[in-house]
């Protein structure tokens, strides 16, 4: 069966400093991967997706960015964090069908907190 | 814009009741609706799909109504447990896109 991990699952970091967070998936090839941000009474905001390795579609302009190292890794990172960047990340995957009509995977998120 | 609206206001059910959850949306035209269910510090759990030319769509204890005259779906839940209790998410989606709301908090009181 399918499994995601996400880690970490909690993460307190100083605005400036660099962040990386790391999803990879089990048991499935070539899926789709997504990076979401849910800031608390909103509704999930689309940051990255991918098709395939070193594909990256980006919504949202930010300080953020996401790379596909393999074809079941999915990294966000960032080189200078700000404080707006605080909220719950979740990692999440699907199959290849188009963006908006396969169901989602989601991991079990990261509660970043920037000071 | 495109817009979606789930009651912001928490939903208290006694056990044993239906409880009924609302989705409607505006400017947008899916062609697909998604249900999940989220818990608190968890990544949402997906539940149901239901395309836009299905009317109703049924799993268990649960059903799902689309009705794109109306732009509005509503899940049910039957028969509800304290169990039950969460966070329920709607999320609109074409073929490029997919669009979330922002909830609503599900009580289930025993």
């Known amino acids: 069966s399918q499994t995601i991990h996400q880690w970490p699952a909690t993460l307190v970091q100083p605005v400036g400093s660099p962040l990386s967070l790391e999803c990879t998936v089990e048991?499935?090839?070539?899926?789709?991967l997504y990076w979401y941000r849910q800031a608390a009474g909103r509704g999930l905001q689309l940051l990255f997706y991918?098709?395939?390795?070193?594909?990256i579609s980006s919504e949202v302009p930010q300080n953020l960015s996401a790379s596909r190292p393999q074809d079941r890794q999915f990294i966000l990172s960032s080189k200078k964090l700000l404080l707006s960047d605080s909220g719950f990340y979740l990692c999440?995957?699907?199959?290849?069908?188009?963006?908006?009509?396969?169901?989602?995977?989601f991991g079990s998120g990261t509660q970043l907190s920037v000071l | 814009s495109q817009k979606i609206e789930q009651n912001s206001e928490a939903l208290n059910i006694q056990e044993g009741k239906t409880a009924t959850l609302t989705c409607n949306y505006t400017?947008?035209?899916?062609?697909?609706l998604q249900w999940y269910r989220q818990d608190p510090g968890r990544g949402p759990v997906f539940l149901l799909l239901?395309?836009?030319n299905e009317k109703e769509k049924r799993k268990e204890r649960l059903k799902v109504t689309f009705d794109t005259t109306l732009k509005q779906s509503l899940f049910h839940i039957t028969a509800s447990q304290p169990a039950d209790s969460a966070t329920y998410l709607c999320?609109?989606?074409?073929?490029?896109?997919?669009?979330w709301g922002a909830g609503t908090k599900l009580i289930i009181k025993p």
């Open positions: 999440a995957w699907s199959g290849t069908g188009r963006v908006g009509n396969e169901k989602l995977f």
């Open positions: 048991g499935t090839s070539n899926p789709n």
């Open positions: 991918s098709v395939g390795i070193g594909q």
């Open positions: 400017n947008y035209s899916p062609a697909y």
């Open positions: 239901i395309r836009e």
């Open positions: 999320a609109l989606g074409s073929n490029y896109q997919l669009i």
